[in-house]
T-cell receptor, first 114, second 113 residues
């Protein structure tokens, strides 16, 4: 069973603050993703990666940076957080070609920017 | 760009009702289509996928048929239970353009006993 963990599970910060969301997967998947989930918008892709050191831009990348340090670890960075980034963030991983393979999601991180 | 449209934002049913959640897509390449389910407080879970015209995917009593002619992948279940209450997401992966999957806006299903 694929295991994807996220930390922290909840985070509150202030406008202009610096936030790092962490994701780790333990099933040797090549592909990892960051999504944000908002009512009325579903899951929107922020960044994704197909291996350590690789980064691809998703659909809503503004205000976010990401870094894939190892096959297991994928980080999402908000360097100047804004209230519009208040959301539920999900990390996911998949094996093989990411168009066809099922994704395994973590439990989510709820971020509030005051 | 590629996109997925789910018509219903919310669906309210009673137990044993028939369920249909509509999913239509727009893609320039050769999309694979997926359904995911998300229970409260959890991340989405894969239900099933299809990648060829007329291919049927199914799991846990849910099913959907890939229809290239109508660009649809509608989710159906013959008899829903209260435990099916969740948010359902249709997703599209484009095999040709090698992009990450894109999700629809989701449909919240509420089933009353």
């Amino acid at each position: 069973e694929a295991a994807v963990t996220q930390s922290p599970r909840n985070k509150v910060t202030v406008t202009g603050g610096n936030v790092t969301l962490s994701c780790r997967q333990t099933n040797s998947h090549n592909y990892m993703y960051w999504y944000r989930q908002d009512t009325g918008h579903g899951l929107r892709l922020i960044h994704y990666s197909y291996g350590a050191g690789n980064l691809q831009i998703g659909d809503v990348p503004d205000g976010y940076k990401a870094t894939r340090t190892t096959q297991e670890d994928f980080f999402l960075l908000l360097e100047l957080a804004s209230p519009s980034q208040t959301s539920l963030y999900f990390c996911a991983s998949s094996d093989g070609g990411y168009n066809y393979a099922e994704q395994f999601f973590g439990p989510g991180t709820r971020l509030t920017v005051l | 760009g590629d996109s997925v449209t789910q018509t219903e934002g919310q669906v309210a049913l009673s137990e044993e009702d028939f369920l249909t959640i509509h999913c239509n897509y727009s893609a320039s390449g050769y999309p694979a289509l997926f359904w995911y389910v998300q229970y409260p407080g959890e991340g989405p879970q894969f239900l099933f996928r299809a990648s060829r015209d007329k291919e049927k995917g199914s799991s846990r009593g849910f099913e959907a048929t890939y229809d290239k002619g109508t660009t649809s992948f509608h989710l159906r279940k013959a008899s829903v239970q209260e435990s099916d209450s969740a948010v359902y997401y249709c997703a599209l992966g484009d095999l040709d353009n090698n992009n990450a999957p894109r999700f629809g806006a989701g449909t919240k299903l509420s089933v009353k006993p």
